[in-house]
């Protein structure tokens, strides 16, 4: 079997540039390496409503907005299936057999549970569908024998626990049906975890830090403008801190060389800029201004790309619909193999 390679999204709203170097800059570069046999992304709306049960609404109207945001980042969706993880039943059931397989102390024990827990503060509120995400993870990555996951490190415990399942779904029915997955971790480690604008968390959509991929010129910039640096760099020749400072963080996952060759030729790459900062004499203003200049490059085309896409939206929500049957013939196959492994295939009872 060559490269299956799943990764998805959450359907809360736009994605923004913390999406792009976290996981769709990997994705376009896989897509143009083409060394895979099949490449899905899913738009994981049946997650997203184990903490948004009473905002349906708001999932639905983002499942569109999220196929564009991909689409318009150069998705190609002759290369990649991109399909709505409701429209494959097969999932829920897989879903229900791996619960078997998993105790409530590995869960509470997942760090990665245990951070969006205290992002989300549920205390006595938190639904069950929410304490069981990362089951309901390893059900969409295990049931298209994904052995490729492109994931940020803050994700890594979600794609141990699939590991985890596949060996005890081993170890309980004696059968090798289940790949085992990978991770593929990004190249430059500022992008594993890019911080917000306002410097204090992770860039999320519920904290309203983030600079999507959708928003216009003005928008860019009036946030880049904003952004949080070194608190203490109050004079343009005071010394600045670059660690914790949010425009070194983007520029450290945004910027090159060719950068500053277009933008800020006096200094050669991204060390000089921060050498010059550390040491005093560099304003924040002028940081920003040239954060502001890459991030426009970079968003321009894409901004574009969307404003033609968004004249065609029912051809996307057929492409997404079709892509979701294809998506349900692979789990169901999959589904199939392990039902026979486990003995619950009972249509081996039926007459001939």
Known sequence: MGKIILTGDRPTGNLHIGHYVGSIANRLKLQAEGNFDKFYIMIADTQALTDNADKVDKVRNNIIQVALDYLSAG????????????????????????????????????????????????????????????ISQASDILAFNA???????DQLPMLEQAREIVRSFHNAYGEDVLVMPEPLLPDNKSCARLVGTDGKLKMSKSAGNCIYL?????????????????????????????????????????????????????????????DH????????????????????????????????????????????????????????????????????????????
Do not use: W
């Open 147 to 153: 052995n490729c996951v492109p994931v940020g490190e």
């Open 214 to 274: 959708k928003d216009e010129p003005e928008v860019i910039k009036q946030k880049i403008m904003g952004a949080y640096t070194d608190p203490d760099h109050i004079k343009v020749s005071d010394p600045g801190k670059v660690e914790g400072n949010v425009v070194f963080a983007y520029l450290d996952a945004f910027a090159t060389d060719e950068s500053f060759a277009k933008y800020l030729p006096e200094y050669k790459n991204l060390d000089e800029l921060k």
């Open 75 to 134: 998705i190609d969706p002759k290369k990649v299936n991109i399909f709505i993880q409701s429209q494959v039943p097969e999932l829920a059931e897989m879903t229900m057999y791996f619960m078997n397989l998993v105790t409530v102390a590995r869960l509470n024990r997942n760090p990665t549970v245990k951070e969006e827990l205290k992002q989300r503060d549920f205390a006595n509120t938190m639904p069950v569908g929410f304490m069981c995400y990362p």
């Open 277 to 352: 900062y550390r040491r005093g004499g560099l304003g924040d203003v002028k940081i920003k201004l040239f954060l502001n200049n890459v991030l426009q490059e970079l968003l321009a085309p894409i901004r574009e790309r969307r404003r033609v896409l968004e004249q065609n939206i029912d051809q996307i929500y057929e492409m997404l619909f079709e892509n979701g049957r294809q998506a349900s013939k692979v789990a169901s196959e999959t589904l199939a193999r392990m039902k026979a492994a486990m003995g619950i295939d009972y249509s081996q009872f039926l007459k001939k």
